[in-house]
């Protein structure tokens, strides 16, 4: 059960809480990790929107960036000890989740762990979801990590995910 896990990561809290999920599940079942970290188009295009570069400097400075961030979760994984590689996709065209979903289907995973914001209403609307999007695509099961509760988050929020909570475990 779940020996190969795909884990897309960005950096990000968001990212790294379902980097800690799946640390989790790898340790129970003595799986291994490959944590994937994509640079597809659109990330290419905002930072070459925002930064007045040639376009071989600014991919350098997110492949590099990439690395950085692959490096730090590998020394994540393994403290924990458990199995790990890293996947840089930084081959540009397409999509995060098109990436995400062949390199499921190319290396075998049973299972990918993607943190989410876990975002409703406008914000989900203006925003997106590229966790939805992976979802969509994905050839295998996705599990989806949502950050705790915040302590200053409103109380009906805090009932809705305790309720939530309570009933994937039952």
Known sequence: MYQRILVPVDGSSTSNHGLDEAIRIATLTKGRIRLFHVIDDLSFALALGSEP????????????????????????????????????????????????????????????????????????????????????QAPVPVLLVRPPARKDAPAESLQASASAAATATA
């Open 53 to 136: 570069r040639h376009a071989d400097d600014l991919l350098k400075l997110l492949r590099t960036e990439g690395s950085r961030i692959l490096d730090e979760a590998r020394t994540t994984v393994q403290a924990a000890g458990v199995d790990v590689d890293t996947l840089l996709g930084d081959n540009v065209p397409g999509s995060v989740q098109d990436k995400v979903a062949s390199e499921a289907l190319n290396w075998g995973a049973d299972l990918i762990v993607v943190g989410t914001h876990g975002r409703r209403g406008a914000a989900r609307l203006v925003l997106g979801s590229g966790a939805e999007r992976i979802v969509r």
